[in-house]
């Protein structure tokens, strides 16, 4: 049996050898399939905002603002943002003076996270990063769409969501 002969055959004990290494990382690679898969899902789909939210109906009746604008104190700006995008999240197309009321509020949203981003004491809260989670999507939205188009339904349920967030983290000042 000469040099190649001996290096292709193997002894029972080096094949069962090797088909046990072939099955441990067979099984290695599925648990490591299955744990990132799990991983993936925890941090893609989070929990907190799954709650299910009730969500109103779109309407052309509401009370426009007089007060827009920053106070400079977060938790009030805060709430007072989050109050005008609840109001904006539920208009219905045609609502008096839709318009102007998307226009302010863009320019609130805006000049609210232009100024609180800056403050590493703000922008490290929850609130602060679910509220600019939904500004992005309403700035967004206004972008894309105009002052003049209520958002859809899928949009508006999330929105809803993140202001239940906002509104929980807020009340514990957080």
């Known amino acids: 049996m000469g040099w190649r002969g001996a290096c292709n055959s193997f002894t029972d004990h080096e094949k069962e050898h090797s088909s046990q290494s072939i099955n441990e ?43 827009w604008g920053l106070t400079y104190s977060y938790e009030t700006d805060a709430a007072r943002v989050r109050s005008h ?56 939205h206004y972008t894309s769409y105009g002052y003049k188009y209520p958002l859809p339904e899928k949009r508006r349920k999330r929105l809803y969501q993140e202001y239940a967030e906002i509104d929980k983290s807020l009340k514990r000042s957080r």
């Open 85 to 140: 995008m609840v109001t904006a999240t539920g208009l219905a197309k045609g609502s008096d003076r839709m318009e102007d009321f998307g226009k302010n509020l863009k320019k609130e949203m805006i000049d609210f996270v232009s100024y609180y981003r800056r403050f590493p004491q703000v922008a490290g809260k929850p609130s602060f990063s679910t509220l600019y989670t939904s500004i992005n999507v309403l700035a967004g």
């Open 25 to 67: 990382q067979s099984a290695r690679r599925q648990f490591l399939q299955t744990a990132s898969t799990a991983a993936a899902s925890t941090i893609l789909f989070p929990t907190i905002a799954s709650a299910e939210i009730a969500v109103p109906e779109q309407s052309k009746e509401y009370e426009f603002p007089s007060e």
